[in-house]
């Protein structure tokens, strides 16, 4: 009915409206230094796979050919999962965003010389030269379709608190042929790229009990 379908734009509105308090927020802790990271060694394989599974349902309704790799299938590295769960969440979103219905998008994890390196790519309208050196800039919006132009932003700085890094890839689309974007994040095994600090143990919550 028309009320349940004007229910769910509001509800849909209302957590549009709350993920982006919160990634402002998060952006202003983390440009001024101040975001504290928990970190804790897991698998990122399978915490990315949730990730990548949540949008199944959105790649099936637009035909789009949507596959997860892995070169391993358990690769543990330390890592602060809610916020590489932004990071990952933002890349898909873009990547859906701007790939037409039947085209392409793909995860793909690899271990290499204890390094993670893990790509999303996608054969949507692609990134103009005009932009890629801009892409991660604080507020920057490529051709005013970039959303709230914080979040790429704020998944570099993420990344960072990681002591990886995160780089881009892109050629346009033109009239004929699909662009490509691949957006890659490079992460390191191991505990020694971090400080004693970073590995301050906090609890996690799922483990408090009430």
Not at 39 to 59: G, H, P, R
Request: proline share 1%; no cysteine; hydrophobic share 35%.
């Amino acid at each position: 009915t028309q009320a349940n379908k004007f229910a769910v734009s509001i509800k849909n509105n209302t957590e549009r409206l709350y993920r982006l308090v919160n990634e402002l927020l998060d952006f202003r802790k983390a440009d001024s230094g101040n975001l504290r990271l928990y970190f804790f060694e897991e698998d990122i394989v399978s915490s990315l796979k949730e990730i990548f599974d949540n949008f199944q349902t959105l790649a099936e309704a637009k035909n789009i050919q949507y596959t997860f790799k892995t070169s391993d299938p358990q690769i543990l590295v330390y890592f602060d999962k809610d916020q590489m769960e932004k990071v990952f969440f933002n890349l898909l979103s873009n990547a859906f965003k701007f790939t037409q219905n039947n085209g392409s998008i793909s995860l793909e994890i690899n271990l290499k010389k204890r390094k993670v390196n893990i790509k999303v790519t996608d054969n949507g309208k692609g990134i103009g030269a005009e932009s890629i050196d801009f892409i991660f800039k604080n507020f920057y919006q490529a051709g005013q379709s970039f959303g709230t132009g914080i979040g790429l932003a704020l998944s570099k700085s993420l990344i960072e608190l990681h002591k990886g890094n995160i780089s881009v890839k892109s050629t346009p689309a033109t009239g004929d042929q699909n662009g490509k974007t691949t957006f890659k994040v490079q992460l390191h095994l191991g505990k020694s790229h971090l400080s004693e600090s970073d590995l301050t143990i906090a609890p996690k919550i799922e483990n408090i009990v009430y």
